[in-house]
């Protein structure tokens, strides 16, 4: 009896120090260096129209800007969201809020090197009138494994109660800077497709969504980058048959020629039909033979698309926007 409780204290103490040494190792890895996020917002009068912008900053403790993704949410629900640029700034656009107050944070996901963070709360005012309409998206932001994948999202666009017509759905860049209503090129390789691209919005209609695909492409010719592209046969084997058949053929020819002039024509037009046909056939050859053309396709790293619905009844224009943020593995 005395040996089996010896034996089941030795087997309790190692239990326990496996344990306390898993909780070690826990609290040994690194949870990142802490960041601290803001958030601020901004007005513009743009065409009669007051738009609102939301600047995000996150700065780490190291002094280095962070990279990754940052969200704007309500009460934990995704709005919308923007890449944080080389500085660690972001600017998300939201419009068309739904009339009244609204609590608005920016998270921010953290990236290999920097942990997450959240900033302060901040309240916003909307008035939005029932004239005009509500853009949203589902999902807020999106992912592709790998250049050449697509994502799928789903637009929404929700009608005020009095408003009536088409709406067209198109996709851009991120803002040209800070507070800029004008947006860049899409990325690289990176194109947009709604079906549908126009809505028609009725009196009946409460809501209408749009499938979006992101597509982006997939790295092409790289062979011919590096040197192995098409394999190629000896670009002399087309020229010289090009050059012997009809000189053989002038051999003959000469051989029952006496006279010296003839002679002497016929040697000046096989060598014309030498050198046409050479020519030719060096053409040919190399544009049939040619490598592709090399594409990197769409970078790898995380991007900022912002998703336009606009619509306008002949007299004045009405639109709303939002930025999502969009990363290739």
């Known amino acids: 009896m005395r040996r089996l409780a010896q034996k089941g204290l030795v087997v309790a103490l190692a239990a326990g120090f496996a344990t306390f040494l ?15 996020t803001t958030l601020a917002t901004e007005s513009h009068g743009i065409g009669g129209k007051v738009v609102t912008t939301y600047s995000v900053t996150v700065a780490g403790e190291d002094g280095a800007p962070a990279k990754g993704i940052v969200m704007l949410t309500e009460r934990g629900r995704n709005l919308a969201g923007a890449a944080l640029d080389s500085e660690g700034k972001a600017e998300i656009r939201c419009d068309g809020l739904p009339t009244g107050s609204h609590a608005l944070q ?5 990236d290999s090197a920097h942990a997450a963070s959240e900033s302060d709360v901040i309240a916003v005012s909307s008035a939005t009138s029932g004239d005009t309409f509500a853009l949203s998206i589902n999902p807020t932001s999106a992912t592709v494994s790998a250049p050449g ?3 799928s999202i789903v637009a929404t666009i929700t009608p005020g109660s009095s408003f009536t017509g088409f709406v067209s759905l198109s996709c851009a860049g991120p803002p040209v800077s800070a507070g800029s209503y004008t947006d860049t090129a899409l990325p690289v390789g990176v194109t947009c497709t709604f079906t549908p691209e126009n809505l028609q919005v009725t009196s009946s209609t409460t809501s209408f969504n749009s499938d979006f695909t992101i597509q982006t492409t997939a790295p092409a010719g790289q062979l011919a980058r590096s040197g192995k592209g098409v394999s190629s046969r000896p670009g002399g084997s087309p020229l010289v048959l090009a050059v012997l058949l009809p000189g053989v053929f002038g051999l003959g020819l000469l ?7 003839a002679r002497t024509a016929l040697i000046l037009t096989l060598g014309l039909v030498s050198v046409v046909g050479t020519s030719a056939c060096n053409a040919r050859y190399k544009y049939l033979n040619h490598p592709p053309t090399a594409n990197d396709g769409t970078p ?10 606009q619509t306008s009844n002949g007299v004045t224009a009405s639109e709303q926007f939002l930025t999502m943020p969009f990363t290739v593995n």
């Open 149 to 151: 994948d697509a994502a």
């Open 255 to 261: 051989a029952r020629k006496r006279k010296l002039f």
């Open 106 to 110: 920016a998270e921010y996901h953290g």
């Open 300 to 309: 790898t790293g995380a991007y900022t698309l912002t998703i336009w619905a």
């Open 22 to 36: 898993a909780s070690a190792a826990v609290i040994a890895q690194p949870a990142g260096i802490a960041t601290h």
